[in-house]
């Protein structure tokens, strides 16, 4: 399985950026789909979760509101909508993939991406 997230970029803070990763190699639809940022010198933290068939969704607290993850499984794309950007979302944002219902926030999805860049000016 291979993740590819594009979108990523420089915006000021209360500006808006898509994110989107695309999945190829085995059938995307049998895998929940997570994001995760990782600040420069902290942890790699959970920021959103998809299940497979979208019904479900899990965010952290610090982006309940301003964040959505949505997907489109005809086109093997999971998006995160991230609105009301601050500062403190700037990070490397990291898509990421896993069969098992019970992953949700750890970090121990099996599959990634590289990454893309988020960086959110005062």
């Known amino acids: 399985v291979q993740l590819q997230a594009s979108g990523g970029g420089l915006v000021q803070a209360g500006g808006s950026l898509r994110l989107s990763c695309v999945v190829s190699?085995?059938?995307?639809?049998?895998?929940?789909m997570g994001w995760f940022r990782q600040a420069p010198g902290k942890e790699r933290e959970f920021v959103a979760r998809?299940?497979?068939?979208?019904?479900?969704?899990h965010y952290a607290d610090a982006v309940k509101g301003r964040f959505t993850i949505s997907r489109d499984n005809a086109e093997n794309t999971v998006y995160l909508q991230m609105n009301s950007l601050k500062p403190e979302d700037t990070g490397v944002y990291y898509c990421?993939?896993?069969?098992?219902?019970?992953?949700?926030?750890?970090?121990?999805?099996?599959?990634w991406g590289r990454g893309t860049q988020v960086t959110v000016s005062s």
């Open positions: 990421a993939a896993d069969p098992r219902s019970f992953i949700i926030t750890s970090p121990q999805y099996n599959y």
């Open positions: 998809i299940a497979w068939s979208g019904g479900s969704t």
């Open positions: 190699g085995r059938t995307y639809r049998n895998y929940n």
